[in-house]
């Protein structure tokens, strides 16, 4: 990106005003270069200074493309999909200067190279539009030290002030009284590091295997450790993905429902958090897949549908619901996800031969039940 900016300046298609708002925002330099976390990457900065240097053919000092690369770092933004998944980078000066909160009252979106801002509560006139910069479900000294050591301040939000996360204690008394600090600390760092060595794992069968891991570390503390606290929410979720990609499908699946009730209307309580939406239409395509594999006849499929007596039209029908009437504050009524997500609705009102909208409030509250039963049986 460093490179890119050089050849638009170098060739004087950078409107003037773009580049000073650029040139506006902080490097950070000083702190890179005093940090000691920070010291590979300011060792990195000069290297890839001096190649876009090289590269360019600009003029430049090599003082200003270093300030540049260190803007970058710091002011860049992650271009995602309507999923949230990592797509690259996104450097938008405007969008670069909101400023971080534990608990922010806007979050991004991105529709093809559109850049959004979507509200997660009314915001009054005159109110500042605060975004978070990293994981704010994460405890309050892991967030501190991932705003220290890559952006160079200590939050002082409402939530960190107060010794909060999302809303509640960062320790709850109960918690705090069934273990004490130092066995706490090292209980999640532990769950923290199971998960980070799962990702690194190429087979799906060992990375599976360490998050079961993790998980059971919590299991004597479940009636005081909730599943929605990190790192125990971070491994169920890292499960359904390598689940997802070792053809585990119950397994993503049961664990898509934990999430469902037990930790999204905890971590993102708006129903229409993008997040949380997005969650609910990863459930729907698992359900979706699960129900044409019972069709085939695959056994560990259909020896799951028999055990809870799950009706996945009706669930199909139900989730679907939900992600429509959520996606216009989420990702926005004419995106191209919300466009996904409502041609899907009417394709299985067509397969449905007209029945899904005669579907009863009464047969999903009975369908909700048995989904409920499934997390139930996970969790413990």
Not at 62 to 83: F, H, W, Y
Not at 160 to 175: H, R, V
Not at 265 to 275: R, S
Not at 351 to 379: F, Q, T, Y
């Amino acid at each position: 990106m460093v490179v890119q900016l050089l050849l638009l300046r170098k060739a004087s298609t950078l409107p003037n005003s773009d580049w000073e708002a650029f040139m506006k925002l902080q490097h950070h330099l000083d702190d890179f270069e005093k940090s000691v976390e920070s010291q590979t990457t300011q060792e990195s900065i000069q290297l890839m200074s001096k190649a876009a240097k090289e590269y360019s053919g600009t003029q430049e000092q090599l003082d200003l493309i270093e300030s540049m690369t260190g803007r970058l770092l710091i002011n860049t933004l992650t271009l995602v999909a309507p999923t949230y998944e990592p797509l690259g980078l996104c450097l938008d000066p405007v969008a670069a200067l909101m400023n971080h909160s534990c608990n922010p009252n806007a979050v991004v979106s991105f529709n093809g190279s559109c850049l959004s801002i979507r509200a997660l509560s009314p915001i009054p006139k005159d109110t500042e539009i605060m975004i978070s910069y990293i994981d704010i479900t994460n405890p309050i000294p892991m967030r501190q030290t991932e705003l220290q050591t890559r952006y160079f301040f200590t939050c002082v939000c409402p939530e960190c002030a107060n010794g909060n996360t999302l809303g509640k204690p960062d320790i709850p008394s109960t918690l705090a009284a069934a273990l004490p600090p130092l066995k706490l600390q090292e209980l999640e760092s532990k769950g923290f590091g199971l998960r980070f060595d799962a990702q690194q794992k190429a087979s799906t069968t060992d990375a599976l295997a360490l998050l079961d891991e993790g998980l059971a570390l919590f299991a004597p503390y479940k009636t005081v450790y909730p599943i929605y606290r990190q790192p125990r929410a971070h491994l169920v979720q890292k499960s359904i993905l390598i689940a997802l990609n070792a053809g585990r499908w119950v397994k993503a699946f049961t664990h898509s429902v934990v999430v469902y009730f037990h930790i999204d209307p905890i971590l993102f309580p708006q129903p229409y958090h993008p997040l949380r939406v997005v969650h609910k239409w990863i459930l729907v395509k698992l359900m979706q897949h699960l129900s044409a594999l019972w069709m085939e006849g695959e056994p560990s499929v259909q020896a799951f549908a028999e055990k809870y007596e799950l009706n996945f039209a009706v669930v199909i029908w139900g989730l679907l619901q939900e992600v429509v009437g959520n996606v216009g504050k989420s990702h926005g009524e004419d995106s191209r996800f919300g466009a996904t997500v409502k041609r899907k609705l009417e394709e299985f009102k067509v397969d449905m031969g007209g029945l899904a909208e005669e579907i009863e409030k009464a047969e999903l509250a009975s369908e909700w039940k048995k989904l409920r039963k499934v997390a139930a049986d996970v969790v413990k």
